[in-house]
C-alpha cells in the first residue's frame, strides 16, 4: 500500500502555525483576572466549583479563618470572595517559627458566574475550614417563548 505524499511544509506554514499559538497564549494570558494574581504577602486558596441538584456550589478552603476574618460579594456577574488569615504567634508566645507554611494576609477570590442564578437565595456555610456557597440556579428558561407584538401603522392613502 503506498502512502500518500504530504506536501512539504513551506516557512509561512510554519510561520502561521506560530502566530496561532502565540496568538492562544496572548488570549490565556488576557483573559486572566489580574484580581486571581497574588501579589506579594497575598495567597489564594483551592477553590471547587460545581452544579448539584439545580444549585451552583463554591467550596473554598480556608482553614482557621472565622465569619469575621470573610467577606462575600456579588457584583457584576461575579462572585468575590475576600478574607484575611492574621500573622500567627507561637502557641507560647515567646518562641520564634523554624518552618512556616500555611499562607497568611489577604486574598481575594472573584469566580465569574455568567449563568441564571437567584443569588438573593444564596446560602453560605463555613464548617471544617470549608467556606461552602450555594447558590440556586434560576429554572431553564430557554424553551419558554416570548411574543413580542407588532406595532403596525398603515400607510396613509396615497
Request: net charge positive; charged share 30%; proline share 6%.
Amino acid at each position: 500500500m503506498a502512502l500518500p505524499k504530504r506536501a512539504p511544509r513551506t516557512a509561512m506554514t510554519d510561520l502561521a502555525f506560530l502566530q496561532r499559538e502565540i496568538d492562544q497564549l496572548v488570549g490565556r494570558f488576557a483573559a486572566q483576572d489580574p484580581a486571581e494574581t497574588a501579589a506579594a504577602g497575598e495567597w489564594l486558596p483551592s477553590t471547587d466549583v460545581y452544579e448539584c441538584r439545580g444549585n451552583l456550589v463554591v467550596s473554598i478552603e480556608v482553614p482557621g479563618l472565622t465569619p469575621d476574618n470573610l467577606k462575600i460579594a456579588y457584583r457584576n456577574h461575579r462572585l468575590i470572595i475576600a478574607g484575611e488569615r492574621r500573622e500567627r504567634k507561637t502557641p507560647a508566645g515567646d518562641g520564634a517559627f523554624l518552618c512556616m507554611e500555611r499562607p497568611q494576609g489577604r486574598f481575594v477570590r472573584t469566580i465569574p458566574l455568567d449563568q441564571a442564578l437567584e443569588v438573593q437565595k444564596a446560602e453560605a456555610r463555613l464548617a471544617g475550614g470549608v467556606l461552602t456557597i450555594t447558590i440556586p440556579r434560576l429554572k431553564d428558561r430557554r424553551g419558554r417563548e416570548t411574543v413580542i407584538t407588532i406595532q403596525w401603522e398603515e400607510e396613509a392613502a396615497r
